[in-house]
């Protein structure tokens, strides 16, 4: 059973900047696409960025260019950059594969004010 967590959330005003780091309890290697995804009050969770073994990235439309998504295998660790955030950022923020099919864990709550 895979471990994730998850941490570098907090409280930020709008176009401020913070960096999420997730932590998993086993190597990355061979783990073909990773990804995060945010859920916020009252919807569904969404992805966010993906990235693949290869550093193919895809972004969703909502934080494309200001967002970068970044892997180190060696760490077991995926991290997220996001600048110039929004209050629609507001969410709580997950990683996992591109198909979901680690437990999910608890997540790091991302808070923009505006």
């Known amino acids: 059973q895979v471990q994730l967590v998850e941490s570098g959330g907090g409280l930020v005003q709008a176009g401020g900047s913070l960096r999420l780091s997730c932590a998993a309890s086993?190597?990355?290697?061979?783990?073909?696409?990773m990804a995060w995804y945010r859920q916020a009050p009252g919807e569904q969770r969404e992805l966010v960025a993906s990235?693949?073994?290869?550093?193919?990235?895809k972004y969703a439309d909502s934080v494309k260019g200001r967002f970068t998504i970044s892997r180190d295998n060696s760490k077991r660790e995926l991290y997220l950059q996001m600048n110039r955030l929004k209050p629609e950022d507001t969410a709580v923020y997950y990683c996992?594969?591109?198909?979901?099919?680690?437990?999910w864990g608890q997540g790091t709550q991302v808070t923009v004010s505006s």
């Open positions: 086993r190597s990355l290697f061979g783990v073909t696409t």
């Open positions: 990235i693949t073994s290869r550093s193919n990235i």
């Open positions: 996992n594969t591109d198909y979901a099919n680690w437990v």
